[in-house]
């Protein structure tokens, strides 16, 4: 309970917080994580179906893999999360989202802020090109089985999503450091914080002398440099935390 209430006294004085999330905020909208072990991970290789080599060498089972995420995707809601993180926006305590995730629940929430690191399924893809388009092209083609292609180049295209194999999008990695760097609290909500260079934000954040607070429901290998660590689920402990700020600060008016 003690971090609870240091985080919330955090949370209560941010003025321009960052919120950085992973796929553990999306789960209790029915998206599985990567990997818990119920994660995507645990049924899939990765290899297999997330690298830029499976695109080019494997696409009927890449295909397949995007198929299925974004069928999960076209059901999925925001959740209490989600929710809590667009009203932290809303009054002022949290700046920016800066999220792993691709499946665009923060802006469905209502989040307006929001840096998508590892890419998104609302657009296609072309990796020779450049070309981006609406998902559609994707989903039409497979609809029709298909193999989606570029609508330029006549090459083949992907979801919008950063792969293994792939750099993430350095402008909107450059831009989430520095967000972290200048912020006055980073809340970092439902990751295993196992891959770079995102998982490198928090230590970016203390560094320069941020308080990092940490919200997931199990250990992470940076709860160490944090200075409020809350264990359980996102859709429970945001809406809590953010209702306490909220009380803290507007007592302390
Ligand atoms: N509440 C809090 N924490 C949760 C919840 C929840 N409801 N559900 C899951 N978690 C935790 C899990 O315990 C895990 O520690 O969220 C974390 C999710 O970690 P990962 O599955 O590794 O997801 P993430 O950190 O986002 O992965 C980063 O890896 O495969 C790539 O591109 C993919 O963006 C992804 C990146
Ligand atoms: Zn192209």
Redesign the pocket.
Known sequence: MRDLESAAEFLASARHGVAFT???VS??SGLP????PS?LWAGVD?LEV?TLTAFRRAPEKFYAFYRTRLAMLAKAWPNPAHHALADLEANGMVAMVVT??IDGLHQAAGSQRVIEL?GNLREAACPDCGWIGPITVVTEALARADLPSCERCGRRVKPNVVLFEELLPLDAYHQAEDACRAADLLMVV??????TP?AWLPVVAQRAGVPVII????P?PFDDLASAVLR????DLLPTLAARALVRRESSR
């Open positions: 992973g796929a553990g789960t209790e994580d990567f990997r818990s994660g990765p997330a792993q995730n590892h439902g990751s295993s914080l196992q891959v995102a919200v997931n429901d199990e992470t359980g689920r996102a859709g």
